[in-house]
């Protein structure tokens, strides 16, 4: 199966007088509860070029708080239209397959198909891994660690002759931790060569980090966007930044931003099921233009979609790293 060619990307041009290296569509937020019925939000999503426009893999919690994953498809990556039944799982281990919960998946296109990680409910959170060539028939593997861990997620090629992902380990709730480690595996069942990548820091990301989309590759290395958390008076409020990482050792940091790239700012983001809430899980990145549309969680809620140009983003990476 061929690498899908993307159209033409998401993209509008920075407002007027606007100095923001990020910058919020002006149709946002772009997919809320309304696209599928009996969804009280939709949000933390992950799209990829598919066909002549996109796919993606969508969170969407029920009016029962159930927790699970629908695909959606879109001519232009704004208008999307959602399955409204969860994805089923073709899993040849009924105890794997069981469903406890699904939750915030990311994509990212390998080889010969399109790969997908989420937070798999397995006696606690932990990664699920699967695949699917024609968003149509989804495939599970095993989960790729123990419980608990979050944010899996997967790099675009294989280091080093190994699949790679970064992830944040956890416990069962909204933990009060969080640093970001590298795994690699030769098949997407084993798991090991653990190393520590990075830390909260100072200030939006003191409390914990955690990776976003998959990695970019760069001349300068991988781009990762990630969000940060800091612990406020009235709980958290989650913020996105970026570094720069090895090409050859991906756990090594090059650079990453001390100050934000987007925050909570507007209604959207500041009111939901969980305020303060800007939570990136999918990106597109357009070569020849070097344009990027990323997509967000905000609030727990609904999802909104940003804009940034590459170069501009790594400039702001090694200018304003740690």
């Known amino acids: 199966m061929a690498e899908p060619v993307m159209g033409n990307i998401p993209w509008e041009e920075r407002p007027k007088g606007s100095t923001e290296l990020v910058w919020r569509s002006a149709r946002n937020p772009i997919l809320t509860c309304s696209a599928v019925p009996?969804?009280?939000?939709?949000?933390?999503s992950a799209v990829a070029p598919f066909g002549d426009g996109f796919a993606g893999v969508f969170r969407c919690d029920n009016s029962a708080w159930m927790m699970n994953l629908h695909r959606g498809f879109s001519p232009d990556g704004v208008r999307w239209t959602l399955d409204p039944q969860p994805i089923t799982w073709i899993c040849e281990d009924e105890e794997i397959a069981r469903l406890e919960y699904r939750y915030d998946p990311r994509v990212v296109w390998m080889d010969d198909r399109y790969h997908i990680t989420w937070c798999?409910?397995?006696h606690g959170p932990t990664i699920g891994v699967g695949y699917t060539f024609d968003f149509a028939r989804f495939h599970q593997r095993e989960n790729a660690f123990l419980p608990y861990n979050r944010n899996g997620v997967l790099f675009p090629r294989k280091i080093r002759g190994s699949y790679a992902m970064l992830s944040r380990p956890s416990d069962r709730g909204h933990t009060?931790?969080?640093d970001i480690f590298y795994s690699e595996s030769p098949?997407?069942?084993?798991?090991?060569r653990h190393r520590f990548v990075m830390a909260p820091a100072p200030g939006w990301q003191s409390t914990k980090v955690g990776p976003g989309p998959a990695p970019l590759e760069t001349d300068e290395g991988w781009l990762l966007l990630y969000h940060g958390v800091i612990t406020q008076c009235n709980g958290f409020v989650?913020?996105?930044?970026a570094a720069l990482l090895d090409r050859d050792e991906p756990w090594k940091v090059l650079s990453r931003t001390r100050s934000t790239l987007l925050t909570p700012r507007e209604d959207y983001e500041r009111s939901g099921d969980t305020p303060n809430v800007v939570f990136p899980c999918g990106l597109l990145h357009e070569g020849p233009t070097g344009r990027l549309a990323i997509y967000y969680g905000a609030a727990d809620t609904v999802i909104g979609l940003a804009f940034a140009h590459l170069a501009e983003i790594l400039d702001f990476v090694k200018r304003d790293g740690a």
């Open 187 to 192: 098949d997407l069942v084993h798991w090991g």
């Open 176 to 178: 009060p931790f969080g």
């Open 120 to 122: 798999n409910g397995y």
């Open 238 to 241: 989650y913020s996105m930044g």
């Open 38 to 44: 009996g969804t009280r939000s939709v949000f933390n």
